[in-house]
């Protein structure tokens, strides 16, 4: 992490006013892997594929993608709020997922959106989908863009307007009794946090793309954010939404808890656009933490760490965090060795000191065999392993590109599973992965798995593949042969196609045989009575 | 509590072959209120109301209903699990409603069930929806018909199968690895618990009704249990659930967490048996806690009491028990002087000892001026005024029927709302309710409070009412102006209409105005798809 420039902005701070987001990778145009980096990771990444080097694709300029010209004029009234600037549609064409990133290294882009339309209030939303609905054009929410599983980019054979909330930014609202704020959906993590900042408050909901995601963005994809257990999704941090559909405006109460039917809320939570688009919602904040403990673990064997893991998922302590990383992964991370697992477990409160609770776990980890780095305690969270993690994972995505450039395929499979199945279940993924990866590459590459949430009943296992395609045209290929193989453990082993990514474009044939079949029937049919004529995000999560 | 045959029937074991339900109130035939209790009972509630006595209409007898004939004839296929015995007729066409209890004493029966089926199986689940799609008949799903808001009686002017899913009682497998068991739907809370004590787990849910109710039950109506926080509705313990629905069989997957898509469970959490008839769900379960530390807290004003339970609530402590009674409610329980509000707050765990939790909870009610409990602590749960709460809070509902016996009405309204809006939220829906019982009766009643649940952002109000209506021929006009007066208060003021009673059919006209109606429409829709004739608990939820 030696690049100021971009650990600065990972601030909330520099956040107030983002440059522009690149449409060719993950966070902001000014933000750039620094040449020391990039040399660790080609240097590293050689030794590990046993290649001499790489053969680097130039990173693409906008103009160098070619767009067919827009199917839909943008009527008067709408003129002030829409737009076919050419960097604006080829930016809301591709998501940040490893295959638009490969087609945006190609200079490919076979599903351009028509128009970016950047509403300024609801009623604009409102006007938005009146006007898709005379010309027939598929709608796109977009929040920031960083859905890493196709979830953005519109559908083939449609005329098609990509709806940026960005503009929707604003805290409205803060109940400081009740621990809630009204919140518009295209807020962004970091200004979300700094408007909260001056009330003490925080949402504490920080996923990998924080930077650039939005409010309505998470609810949307049902996110998992900073804790590893008890709040972890963003599911259980929502009060009560508001949702513009085609069919007028879905409000739901504010309710801290209700037993009236159905709820109504999670209808719209992970409904991916498909049901219309979140304008706001009153989340559940807290007070900012003022008490801290964080400790890193290490185990000679990864299966003994996760044992260690069920015990404090199932302890009722309910630690902040507690993210386990395998040899290898904690490796590559330069957490540790390569010979041991690392658990970073650690707590915190706003109200009391959170000793005997680490105590406690400090307890549960030497039970199944964890050896306790030296050092670990209060307000370490900035120190030591736990430390060193936490900045590398916010730096990862960055990566990615650069990657891709030089015929590096880099995904994840992350997925849940209980924990009696966990072991076999892990073993099958990272087995079919990595065979896959060496068939169709013709080279070893790698699998490795942390935890990135953990449940009474089982783990959310995230598992990082890498592989080298010898050729740049080969790379779309191999990824989706490995992407595949995987995933179809993952689905044959009883597992979920995605624990927090969502589904989008990418994971549908899976979801398609994870979900029950009879509730994407009630599910086409609540679409249909919102959306009757099918123009939003049409084929993500069902066909019309 | 002096009566001994009905303390000993709350205990798991005397509930392995329970004797037959009543069908006029609350429990089993053979659990009778002692004279001495009835005693106390008319003699607190004549002064209160100050009258001499009550008139008191004698119990009824199942040969004093008088039910129309069966409109259905029972194919021979079914004959073995079906009948049209009387007893069972009239058991299942009452709910536990106070309106309902009203019509069992008028010897009034207005929507008789015309069959009543015993599915041993799922087979069986499935080959009565057959015949009831045949026949166009009404189907009801039966669990404990514990339900006080009209759930399980069947709609006027159609057949009605009552499908009764007691003989679907087993715990079908247990992962102790995972802390999760698969249960049938029709297995009612003793057994259920007595079928997982082998194993040192329990499901930990115990809703007033558990003696009475079942699984499939508790989730088909988003019931409340035994915990005040964090995991309290029943929503967070399902891990997947097995439904048969007129269209076939919707089972969802056993994870720990999922970001794919809305979540299939939560259309089916709360459906009230309108989409589908729950047979089975894997749940998460817990192992018996074994450290354990109660405490009673005086609070001189009730508000102030709220205030620290607020703080309770906010501080990530997470009491399984916080539960605070209003100074009358307390008094009427036993447990104050009229006085004081009591706040009831407890810990447990099977991992560790709970003191450095309880100590800050201490804490927290002193600095808002509670006064704790002498003798308050480690393994006090059965004593002080925490004991004798839990002791009088399964016994309250056996009361019911003997006051509706006596003119007099008893209900509830169980709500939710934020902390913000508590106070004036209260007020209201007190006052509304003494002003309504007044102008209807001619006399004084009672509202008192007590909270349920408590979450971050808000507490679980359910506030019972106590009328005396002067003639037993007003008693049930007199019972609905003032159920409704306060309902329409929770309603204007932004609450939930039930916070774990469910909808049924009483709750109908408040859930309309609470539901976003493009969310009844999608559920409508959904339901059309599952159940396109529109058989199942029609008029529950929704109109077709």
Redesign the interface.
């Known amino acids: 992490m030696a690049n100021p420039s971009v650990v600065d902005k990972q601030g909330v701070k520099a956040q107030a006013a983002p440059g522009r987001l690149k449409f060719w990778g993950w966070g902001y145009e000014d933000e750039i892997v620094p040449a020391s980096e990039i040399q660790w990771m080609e240097s590293t990444w050689a030794a590990r594929f046993g290649v001499p080097g790489f053969t680097v694709v130039p990173t693409p300029k906008a103009e160098e993608i070619k767009l067919s010209a827009p199917r839909i004029s943008i009527p008067t009234n709408l003129a002030q709020i829409c737009t076919t600037d050419h960097y604006e549609r080829v930016l809301h064409s591709y998501s940040k997922s490893f295959s638009d990133i490969i087609r945006v290294y190609a200079r490919e882009c076979p599903t351009p959106v028509d128009v970016v339309a950047l509403p300024r209030n609801e009623q604009d939303v409102v006007d938005l989908l009146d006007w898709a609905y005379k010309v027939n054009s598929a709608v796109v929410p977009f929040g920031g863009g960083s859905s890493v599983v196709g979830g953005v980019q519109p559908p083939a054979g449609k005329p098609s307007i990509s709806i940026d909330m960005r503009n929707l930014n604003r805290v409205l609202e803060i109940?400081k009794?009740?621990?809630?704020a009204r919140i518009q959906a295209g807020t962004y993590g970091p200004s979300l946090e700094e408007q909260l900042k001056p009330s003490g408050l925080t949402l504490r909901h920080f996923p990998q793309s924080f930077k650039c995601s939005t409010l309505g963005g998470w609810i949307a994809?049902?996110?998992?954010g900073h804790f590893a257990t008890?709040y972890?999704?963003i599911?259980d941090l929502v009060?009560s939404t508001r949702t513009v559909?085609p069919?007028?405006?879905?409000?739901?109460?504010?309710?801290?808890?209700?037993?009236?039917?159905?709820?109504?809320d999670?209808?719209?939570?992970?409904?991916?656009g498909i049901?219309g688009i979140i304008t706001e919602a009153w989340m559940?904040v807290?007070?900012r933490p003022t008490f801290r403990a964080t400790a890193s673990v290490r185990f000679a064997d990864f299966y003994k760490g996760c044992d260690a893991v069920?015990a404090l998922a199932?302890?009722?302590?309910?630690p902040s965090n507690c993210r386990i990383l395998d040899a290898q992964e904690a490796e590559y991370n330069g957490l540790a060795d390569g010979k041991h697992a690392v658990l970073v477990v650690a707590f915190e409160?706003?109200?009391?000191p959170v000793e005997?609770w680490m105590k406690?776990a400090r307890e549960l980890c030497r039970d199944h065999g964890g050896v306790v780095e030296e050092g670990s305690g209060e307000e370490s969270n900035r120190e030591g392993a736990a430390g060193r993690w936490r900045d590398r994972f916010m730096f990862l995505p960055y990566f990615k590109e650069h990657m891709c450039a030089r015929g590096i395929f880099r995904d994840a499979y992350e997925t849940?599973?209980?924990?009696?199945r966990f072991k076999e279940f892990h073993d099958n993924i990272k087995s079919a992965g990595l065979k896959a990866i060496e068939k169709v590459t013709g080279r070893k590459g790698s699998v490795t798995c942390r935890f990135t949430?953990?449940?009474?009943?089982?783990?959310?296992p995230y598992l990082t593949f890498h592989g080298f395609s010898n050729s740049h045209d080969r790379i779309m290929d191999d990824y989706w042969a490995v992407k595949a193989a995987a995933s179809d453990a993952i689905i044959a082993g009883?597992?979920?196609?995605?624990?927090?990514?969502?589904?989008g474009r990418e994971?549908r044939p899976w979801?398609d045989k994870?979900?029950?079949?009879?509730?994407a029937?009630?599910?086409?049919?609540?679409k249909?009575?919102?959306d009757p004529k099918g123009l939003l995000n049409p084929g993500v999560?069902i066909d019309p």
């Open positions: 109940d009794t009740s621990l809630a994809t049902r996110a998992g008890l972890t999704h599911d009060e559909t069919t007028g405006v879905l409000e739901t109460r504010r309710l801290p808890g209700s037993g009236a039917g159905p709820s109504p999670r209808m719209i939570i992970g409904s991916e049901l559940r807290r007070r069920r199932q302890s009722g302590l309910y409160s706003d109200d009391h005997p406690r849940s599973i209980t924990w009696d949430h953990v449940y009474p009943d089982g783990p959310a009883g597992g979920t196609i995605t624990h927090h990514h969502s589904v994971h979801y994870q979900r029950p079949e009879l509730f029937n009630a599910l086409r049919a609540a249909k009575s919102l999560l």
